[in-house]
């Protein structure tokens, strides 16, 4: 059973930047295909980025392109989103999740929630205002 542990949410200044990790406590990351989400209160939840198993390939929301950066180090289980020049939006929770993909090397940004089998329990960041 794969778990996954996020951190790095806090309260931050507009402009300033944060970086989010997601880590396995137990089996490895290689095999996953790796999304992050966000939620606001409110709101449907919304995919943010996403890497492939291999890290070859990711893909991002308009909304964040250019801004949020996706990576990953299997050797140690985690994955990173890097979230630069933040504006003030209404909190959101953050979250990842992990696949195992129909095929090598696969992920997208429009793939919904239910196409990951696993989730944390996501860290909190806030902009504020």
């Known amino acids: 059973q794969l778990q996954l542990v996020e951190s790095g949410g806090g309260l931050v200044q507009p402009g300033e930047s944060l970086r989010l990790s997601c880590a396995s406590s137990?089996?490895?990351?290689?095999?996953?295909?790796i999304g992050w989400f966000r939620q606001a209160p409110g709101k449907e939840r919304e995919g943010v980025s996403c890497?492939?198993?291999?890290?070859?390939?990711?893909n991002y929301a308009d909304s964040v392109r250019g801004r949020f950066t996706i990576s990953r180090d299997n050797s140690k289980k985690t994955v990173y989103l890097q979230l630069n020049s933040l504006i003030p939006v209404h909190p959101a929770v953050y979250s990842c999740a992990a696949v195992s993909p129909p095929s090598a090397g696969f992920c997208t940004v429009a793939a919904t929630p239910r196409w990951y089998d696993y989730w944390g329990q996501g860290p909190h960041v806030t902009v504020s205002t």
């Open positions: 890497i492939a198993d291999s890290g070859s390939r990711t």
């Open positions: 137990g089996l490895t990351l290689n095999y996953y295909t």
